[in-house]
């Protein structure tokens, strides 16, 4: 009977501490999935290509590839981002939107004149701050909602 009892409790305390530790790798790779967020939401709210409107102007001839360079690394960010998520996670989908709307700037940048070029960028501005949005809305008290250029050094507030 005493081996029994000793097996089970064997048993029992190594199926304890799998679980614990299950738990607490789950536990940290949230952790580090918000961190990856809110990171990224970050980046994003600094950055001034994100701040456009229907009077805004291209400054001058290096302008336009300032604002594409800026999306291409916004794109890049994404995509880091995603990389440190888990596989199932549900930011995932929210990612991938913001890289598809990233992409079509990119891709109409190659292709497109300035008027149409002001017109892709507020929709990527609206498109992106849906998605943060829509990722805050996710754990509404650990991610940010910080909007796209809202801390860029030019934002008026």
Known sequence: MEFFTVAFSTFLGAAVALAAE?????????????AAIN???????AKCAFLVDDE?????EGELSRVVDS???ARTLVR?????????S????????????CNTFLELSEREGEQRLR??????T???TREVRALHSLRPGRILADEPGSFALNASG
């Open 22 to 34: 299950r738990f607490t790798r789950t536990y940290d790779a949230r952790v580090q999935e918000v």
């Open 39 to 45: 990171n990224l939401i970050l980046d994003l709210a």
């Open 56 to 60: 805004w102007v291209w400054a001058d």
């Open 71 to 73: 999306i291409f690394h």
């Open 80 to 88: 880091d981002t995603r990389v440190a998520l888990r596989p199932r």
């Open 90 to 101: 549900r930011a995932l989908r929210h990612l991938r939107k913001m890289a598809r709307a």
């Open 119 to 124: 017109t892709a960028l507020m929709e990527l």
């Open 126 to 128: 609206a498109e992106m």
